[in-house]
Structure formats: structure tokens, C-alpha cells
């Protein structure tokens, strides 16, 4: 039932959010300091951008579960050393979601070590901001110059086209 309603391929769908929180954090970091240095309370104003963090990771897993899912189909069109190169980039903006989440929940402290943490967690998001940029490059190139889209182009799609009247 449920797969009628996920769109597919449903990694294409899924992708976006920890992309987009990757470019979001640095912003929320540098708001959140911002914010905590005018007198707002550290726990709750910062405990918004560990919920971030956390939510960057939980989206990012989920599309690293989806993408493998459509691995089988897509690797028949596209060079494994391009499917791996975008493999290893998830991995590693994974890796370094993981740790920039572990130094923010640091940054609820209320004493020194929570303040170097914050500051630590919003250099951090830059990281991750590479590391999305990274896993978004190397899935672009898989999908814009390898072709790997065809692999969800079937029969339906070009009939699809055909009925709107394209070429």
C-alpha cells in the first residue's frame, strides 16, 4: 500500500532535507550565538540547533537507506567509480554530521566549555555545508552527466510525454 504513495525514485524525494538543513545550519548557528550573546537562554536557543543537527543526520540516513535501495538499478547505467565516489561523500557528510551533533549537544552546557562548544558547532556546519556540497556534486553527476535517472525512465514515462504533446 504505502508504495503506491511514495513517489519514486523515492531517494530523489528524501535527499532534499538534508541538503537544504546543510545549508540552513551555518545560519541557525551564527542566529542561535547571536541570540544567546543578547541574553537569550543557552539550553532552549541552543537546543534548536542540536534538534537541527539531529534532524540533518535522521534525513541524512534516510537517504543514504533510499539511495542504496536504488543502487541495483541505477549502477547498470552509471561508472561504478562515480557510484562509489558519491557513496563515500555520504559517508563522510555522515561522519561529520555525527561529530558537529556530538559537540553541539556540548554547547547545552551553560559554563565555558558550552561556549567554546557552540562556537566549535558553528565552524562545524561549515564542514558540513562542504561535505552536503560534496554528496549533492557527486549525485548530480550521476544523475545530469551519467544518466542515471534513466533507470526510473521506463515505458510510462515516455508515454507520459507522448500524451502532453513533447518531443
Known amino acids: 500500500m504505502w508504495s503506491t504513495l511514495l513517489p519514486e525514485p523515492l531517494h530523489a524525494a528524501v535527499v532534499h532535507l538534508p541538503m537544504a538543513l546543510a545549508v540552513l545550519l551555518p545560519l541557525a548557528a551564527v542566529l542561535a550565538l547571536a541570540a544567546i550573546k543578547r541574553g ?39 561508472p561504478e567509480g562515480a557510484l562509489e565516489a558519491h557513496e563515500e561523500a555520504a559517508d563522510r557528510f555522515l561522519v561529520v554530521g555525527a561529530v558537529v551533533l556530538l559537540v553541539s549537544l556540548l ?21 558540513v555545508l562542504a561535505a552536503g556540497w560534496s554528496v549533492g556534486h557527486a549525485g548530480g553527476e550521476l544523475v545530469y552527466r551519467y544518466g542515471g535517472a534513466a533507470a526510473y525512465a521506463g515505458p510510462a514515462a515516455a508515454q507520459g510525454t507522448l500524451e502532453r504533446g513533447e518531443d
Open 107 to 127: 554547547g547545552l552546557r551553560r559554563d565555558r566549555l558550552g561556549g567554546g562548544a557552540r562556537i566549535a558547532t558553528t565552524l562545524g556546519t561549515l564542514a
Open 40 to 78: 537569550a537562554a543557552p539550553r532552549p536557543t541552543w537546543g534548536v540547533m542540536v534538534l537541527l543537527v539531529a534532524m540533518l543526520i535522521g534525513s541524512g540516513l534516510v537517504a543514504k537507506e533510499t539511495g542504496e535501495d536504488g543502487e541495483d538499478r541505477v549502477e547498470q547505467l552509471v
